[in-house]
């Protein structure tokens, strides 16, 4: 009573305002309860939306087009090992985990390829697919299919069937989440089947990641109308023989069979709406879908004879450089034939693409090799001299070839284009700024003997494009032929076959072997020597051929028991063809040969210590930096106390290291001032060769580089001062003025990016795809090569070692590898990225490759069987 007496008067007294408040108070809840439900069925829908696209890993499924059950077993990090009885049912499963884990990947790759971006994401696109379809991928893989061998023909169909399987069962966005947000401003799209020609396509599009010199030779064209030949020849010096490593120091004649290791010299040398941004250069866009040629773009790769080793038998480690991608560009997988037969003889694991059949870069029970670009000069600019829809060659008026391409736009009226073709190749000029600019102020020649054309020809001038690609030939072949070859005879044998993009190819094997081939298209040229534009109206100026397999660089167990590649000089200049002037300048595998000739000093190498290498952070500009910085003297106390920061640095770019920063920052303002802050700036694209730049001047003070006007500097102390005191002004604005705080890492730190829906501006959506930033260690022309652009206003990580390994040819088990995010392009997946944390710290995990083995790691196993 007392209670109901005492709240009676509040009621009372207060009745109207406190039945409000009641009010009040029960509609705010139930508006709470209402958003709350409502934001529970959103995230459940969402969830669902997500999830839905995750594949089934365990238990049976029956599918149309196989002949015999067939397993993958996918280990903790969902790596499958795919199990077969035949070569058709072991390509078919293949193709169907690769459709499971990465269609979406899959599709777009394919739309690159043969340039109908414009059709997922319209209008924005256009100008990219012009480009590509100009290229032609698409028609020549086509070409290429239909010359393949019955039994290749049939990997690849084989294949196709499995990837159809998988989206006979699944469509939109329970293929992947992509195929969701694609709906919301493309609701028409359709997934096409997979066909044959879709795989081979991808290796045209790895063939221009790595076309090697282009960028340099366009380079060169652009600054020889303001530079000097003399200081385009300083911009770009040759290779630095005296100083730094080649691959292969003597070219000796290939002979047929070589002997193997227990049975010849060591010593003797063998062989021979969401918002898609509209793209402001095309060349570089179509760089960054594949992959993203430029800074960093390259690999290291060495194997280690057994003399070397704990175990005596041979060690091999590779690490492709590639541009930063989410997912991964690469897929790990494990191909066994139940009964290893010679009817069914595949043995093998290692790295692939999702959309190609077989093992990229990997080991059998037998071999191991592994792949570093080349860097040859595959691709050459033609000037050319175009009168209406003629061309003028050798003083006559020849017809252009011609062809219509029609594009679909999403959202928009089909577009019809004519591409226009020389003898030389499609007609580039219109497609991108940097060939028009050349076809708006053309030279020719070479880097030692720049000439402005005087050829008194009707017409006005256009650049065509030559390049090794564009013509059919018989990579998609040489994949499986590695990846059943047995010894160095049969290695080379296929390794004639990779004939684009040209690569370093090393090898190992479990007799104690290892060798190096350099396969591919290398052209001889005709009176110039590809360094810049060539006049293409002089058939004298044509390519003559391609260097001959058999005089093509090779080495079999040499004498220092160890081959490196990191993309330096395959041969010197006696070497009687000229394969590059543009390699890169060495100083990755001056390093790793340091390192290596150290380990052999001591003896016994095992894995970690090829671990090790592969992680060495060492900055060979920095030791320059830190010797020519150590009498420069700055008023600025900030400043002052940073170079004494620098002297006591290691060199080393690991990613808490304040004395790294601080380095990077300093070269990054040195290299700007001396080139890209003038009137007439000069690229700087290449830390590789802007170190050798630097180098030079730093020991030429009267170098009238050191003087720039536009800033008022008038000599080296002068402008070495200014970049120090910039330097620590600009880390001080980007990471505070405590130097104990400054962090290389965080500087130079990697965002994990989609290739599709990552830039998209809208931040939900990237939220979904993306992941990061996180912070990373190495640094451009490291051994640990996580490269970063010059000049760009930044130092993120934009291209990395895409993958690690190390190959134990004494215990295969016992290998390891790791790659960038995860076997899974499904976002929120387990396998999304979990490979990343040990990427970062640059650390492997173990590769199970035996039966026992992948049983004692296999978490799921699905086994697929004929359906009906």
Known sequence: MSTTTEIAPLTDAGGPRSSLGRRIGIAVFALVALVTVLALVAAGVIVWTVQRSFPQLSGTVAVTGLGKDATIQRNALGVPTIVADTTDDLFFAQGYAHAQDRFWEMDFRRHVTSGRLAELFGQSQLGTDMFLRSLGWRAIAEQEVEALDEATRGYYEAYAAGVNAYLDDHDGASVSLEYAVLGLQNSAYEIEPWTPA?????????????????????????????????????????YPYDRNPVIVPT????????????????????????????????????????????????????????????????????????????????????????????????????????????????????????????NNDSADLYLEKVDGDQYWRDGALVPLQTRTETFAVAGGKDVTTTVRSTVHGPIVSGLSDDFTAIAEAPVTGSTDAVTVPQDGLSGEYAVSLAWTALEPGTTARSIFAINLAQDFEQFRAAAELFDVPAQNLVYADRQGNIGYQAPGRMPIRGAGDGSMPQPGWDSSYDWQGYIPFAELPTLYNPPAGFIVTANNAVVDEAYPYRITDDWDYGWRAARIVDRLERAAARGGMTADDMSAIQADQQLWIGKRLVAAYADVEVDDPG???????????????????????????LWDELVQDLFTRRDDPASVAGQDRMFLVVDRLLGDPDSAWWVNEKLGVNGRDELLAKAAVDAYDRLVELQGDDPDRWEWGALHAITLTSGTFGSSGIPIIEWLFNRGPYPVGGGSAVVDATGWVLGSGGFATVTVPSMRMTVDLADLDASRWNHLTGASGHAFHPNYTDQFETWQHARQTSWPFSSDAVGQATVDSLTLVPRG
């Open 251 to 374: 070219v000796v004649a290939a002979e047929e069979t070589p002997a193997p290791a227990a049975e010849t010299d060591a010593a003797a040398a063998a062989p021979a709406s969401v918002v898609w941004t509209e793209v402001g250069d095309v060349v570089e866009a179509a760089s960054a879908l594949v992959g993203g040629a430029g800074e960093g773009i390259g690999s290291n790769s060495w194997v280690v004879s057994g003399d070397l080793t704990e175990s005596g038998l041979p060690l091999l480690s590779d690490d492709p450089h590639l541009g930063a991608s989410l997912p991964s560009v690469w897929y790990q997988n494990g191909l066994r034939c139940r009964e290893v037969t010679e009817a069914c003889a595949f043995d093998v694991a290692g790295f692939g693409f999702a959309g190609v059949p077989g093992v990229i870069v990997g080991h059998n029970a037998s071999i191991a090799w592994g792949v570093t670009n080349l």
């Open 639 to 665: 400043a002052r106390a940073a170079l004494e920061l620098l002297q006591q640095w290691d060199t080393q770019n690991r990613t808490d290291s304040s004395g790294a920063a601080y380095a990077n920052v």
């Open 198 to 238: 879709d795989s081979v396509a991808w290796l045209k599009a790895m063939a221009w990641d790595l076309r090697a010199n282009l960028v340099e030779e366009t380079e060169r064209a652009l600054l020889a109308r303001t530079h000097t030949p003399e200081q385009i020849a300083e911009l770009y010096p040759r």
